[in-house]
């Protein structure tokens, strides 16, 4: 809801609150705090409806001078988002593999590299591509219960994360720990993710949005120019990595994803999900 | 003052002691080290003529085979180094802006890529350039006295760090730390900045000195020659970065204290300081 | 020996057990785990046969689809390797130095860039090119006693270590911990590698094996084809470089090693090793 500080007269912007059907929105025009929620049950995982509506939603809050940070955060209990939604990846044609793809790389490119300051409040587990998201914010504060989990465990899988989800990685926790981590597609809880630094802070699950908006007042006391350029100056070498390979990166998506011996073992895994419930 | 212990015979360098208006410089040649104290009060900012002075001293002191290694201290209770003078930015000709900012490069490529062991007797607050002198060295100590604070605050002031003083920071702290503390403009305290590894010790101020001879000592039990070739191995990369492109990083810098926008808040910046006095 | 759970039927292959001169090697064909024992008294060091025989052991079990990983630890108390054996390099031809080089790049390519999952169980001291051989491995675990002490100390010697001994060390300990410790030549005590990221466990040294075959068993659990490219993608980059600067690297090994002034600090170097004894 529009802040009861909001300036009178200031005309109602088309984005100060919208709610499409994966991720609801809200801006906050007094604090120019908006708040991406997602809410794709069972577990928010990535689609490509998900993701489009993502791209699309973060695309209209960096065009609105209205706002100037992001907060993403979960509005399904236990889970941030379980990353990609693997039915994307199962028995579909190379067109929709392509677009799928397309729509992963987006996602990254648009919030790694927003000029918007960018919180997530980690309020459940978050693999794989949910660990992603996490690791393209500004900052990342995690709900403090030991039983959510974070961390890139596509080799856990028999996949392999692919170089931009490592470099992004890499810049946050370091080339080390990255490649331990990597490698045993480690799921970390919150705890050991705090001690690793793939999270910046760990608070009790009540406190988490009172705490991101708290931290997100704090980024905000800069200007914003010297801020966004700054934050050009430390990610540009990374996001030019995938806008110089991007073609080659959804070839190489199609490519595995195409192998019989990946689409069986997909199976098999969407198989025992559906038997966990 | 000569050390008592200086061997007979030994001729009396032409460096031993000289003094010039802004940095004091001792040469103990009996131990090969010298002491380089900035005595620019208030603030030991880094002036034109406060660069040329420390580039000039550190040029002799390579140049004399009795040097081994270098001390850089302040004789100004409180104030390591306050940063670029920002006179020096303010209502100038285009010719003062390159000249003033060749110096700073100068500044930066001499004591980041001296042959000479440096250390940092970090004994007061030092912000913005004078946290780039200090990083610049091989090894800090701080006096551990929390009202002392060291940090890039560029961003705070609306201006953003060279890709060299990110460059130099990063292979201190690693990415992540320098991306926050950068996008925050932080001036961290002294316990804050030991923990995050921007100074390598803290000590009692008293103890400052003595802690600096003996790291020095410890640095000096190497032989130069293997250091050195070591020391280059792990800087050269950043450092041939600006000297690859040391005219666009003038020109960049040109451009953005010519701007209108920027004149006025730094004339703004200088009046809010006068006042504080 | 083979162990008891090995399936029968399964055809006793050429390297279940083989022992050359200087390192003994066992595989475990239930588990899929070689272990590699270096047993060339007095110190483990990297003689240009040791070396050959490493690379050649290890290309064996590479090419064994039954071996999955590889321990690699000492039958020498108290040492796990001392390093690069300094009679190789002294007094030789220019042959010999260019075919003991070659062999010195060939054990890191090999390892650093081995398929398989390795451990280092580093039970005794290892400095210098046995710094290297751990550094190069997937995991490191030390025994905790503190009189055994690990790093790359060659500027101790008056000598650099090569850049791709630099590359291998800063991926796993960062850069500024890898700049003060090669600068200052640095071996430390098995407590101090922990804090520094240099290992990643101590363990008491009797409990050394069973923790190695632990860590093993855990990373087996991953399927081989996501690790090794995930391995691949950590890795590639500085296995690249030296494959570039192969001969170039060479080259410098033997102008270097050609010196006299260095001829002769290896030989003061090795008289005051034969004292000691």
């Not at 050991?192 to 997100?216: C, I, N, S, T, Y």
Request: with cysteine; hydrophobic share 40%; proline share 6%.
């Amino acid at each position: 809801p529009p802040s009861p500080l909001q300036p009178p007269g200031r005309p109602l912007g088309p984005c100060r609150s919208f709610s499409n059907n994966k991720i609801q929105v809200e801006l906050d025009e007094s604090s120019g705090v908006a708040m991406m929620k997602f809410k794709s049950p069972p577990v928010n995982s990535l689609s490509l409806e998900f993701l489009t509506e993502f791209s699309i939603s973060l695309e209209k809050l960096e065009n609105n001078r209205a706002c100037r940070g992001v907060i993403i955060t979960s509005a399904v209990p236990k889970i941030f988002s379980s990353g990609l939604d693997i039915t994307e990846m199962c028995g579909k044609s190379i067109e929709h593999y392509t677009e799928f793809w397309r729509a992963v790389q987006e996602m990254w490119l648009r919030l790694y590299g927003s000029g918007m300051v960018t919180v997530a409040a980690v309020n459940g587990s978050s693999p794989a591509g949910g660990c992603l998201m996490a690791l393209s914010c500004d900052y990342r504060i995690m709900a403090e219960n030991p039983k959510f989990s974070i961390g890139l465990n596509e080799a856990q899988l028999g996949i392999v994360a692919p170089f931009w989800f490592k470099d992004t990685f890499v810049n946050v926790v370091g080339h080390r720990t990255a490649e331990r981590s990597l490698q045993l597609g480690s799921l970390h809880p919150a705890p050991e993710a705090h001690r690793l630094g793939l999270v910046d802070e760990l608070v009790p699950e009540e406190k988490l949005m009172e705490k991101a908006a708290a931290v997100m007042a704090q980024w905000l006391a800069l200007p914003d120019h010297a801020r966004q350029l700054t934050k050009t100056m430390m990610r540009k070498a990374v996001l030019d990595r995938l806008v110089a390979h991007r073609e080659e990166d959804i070839k190489n998506f199609i490519s595995f994803v195409s192998k019989e011996s990946i689409q069986k073992s997909l199976r098999m895994y969407m198989e025992m999900l559906k038997k966990r419930k």
